[in-house]
């Protein structure tokens, strides 16, 4: 079965940076489209950055500039390299893969930068 399990999250002070890694099973990882979302208490769960099996990548707004998406495929393995945080990036990080229709999603991985 697909599984998907993110790592690198945690506590950071405004200005840090942090990187999230997903880990993918049971899929055709260099196939499959990828994704970072976010959720932060009281709000949506938003779109934060995508990547294509070529290594195409679309971004937030409120992101670019600050954060890259990238992908290992040798490893199976999705990457958020999250620079110069704010306050207001603090939320539940979530990996998503898309394949074949379906979609599927990681447990998330907690992000807390500081002021």
């Known amino acids: 079965q697909v599984q998907l399990v993110e790592s690198g999250g945690g506590l950071v002070q405004a200005g840090g940076s942090l990187r999230l890694s997903c880990a993918a099973s049971?899929?055709?990882?260099?196939?499959?489209?990828m994704g970072w979302y976010r959720q932060a208490p009281g709000k949506e769960r938003e779109l934060v950055a995508v990547i294509t099996s070529g290594g195409l990548t679309n971004c937030a707004e409120s992101v670019k500039g600050r954060f890259t998406i990238s992908r290992d495929n040798a490893k199976n393995t999705v990457y958020l390299q999250m620079n110069s945080l704010k306050p207001e990036d603090t939320a539940v990080y979530y990996c998503?893969?898309?394949?074949?229709?379906?979609?599927?999603w990681g447990q998330g991985t907690q992000v807390t930068v500081s002021s």
């Open positions: 998503k893969a898309a394949k074949a229709g379906d979609y599927y």
């Open positions: 049971g899929i055709n990882f260099r196939s499959t489209v």
